[in-house]
């Protein structure tokens, strides 16, 4: 071998002992190491979602009710707020079982309470949404959206034919002008 060949080897050798040196072994995560804290692992377990810390999901678990941002409207007839839901061990709340709830607080009917648009924070344990407490059946029917009363069961859904029907019978109707439109094709004469 070349006395070049020789030199190029002995400082790759003593680079890859430098290296080895250096390499610190891979520390374990641990509770007392501030610089690597220890996370739980999320594990995915028969559809339900459990953590290292034993958390069950239970339906019945108690569900904490806070409101902000209380308005009472008088014009429209009803007390408006934002509502944070505050839901540990559970999935999240339905909102039938928020109206009952917010019903018993604002001592009224369920049927005059409505809730929407409520989002779950990211890592559960709490929901945001919007309440509307209303002095009657009557204010509540109203003065809410119709799709929301659908929701709650007080107004039946309008059933109406698909969009693509409408704008096939649009269409078939644009063929003729005038009076002919509402009465069809003309017969022809024999």
Known sequence: PSP????NETKRKAKL???ASRA???RQPSLDNPRRPFLPVILAVGGSVSSTYNTTIMADAPVTLRTRKFIRNPLLARKQMVVDVLHPNRANVSKDELREKLADLYKSNKDQVSVFGFRTQYGGGK???FAMVYDSQEALKKFEPHYRLVRIGAASKIEKPSRQQRKQRKNRSKKFRGTAKTKGPKKSKD
């Open 4 to 7: 070049q060949r020789l030199h």
């Open 17 to 19: 002992k430098r290296s």
């Open 24 to 26: 610190r072994p891979e």
């Open 127 to 129: 929901s945001t949404g």
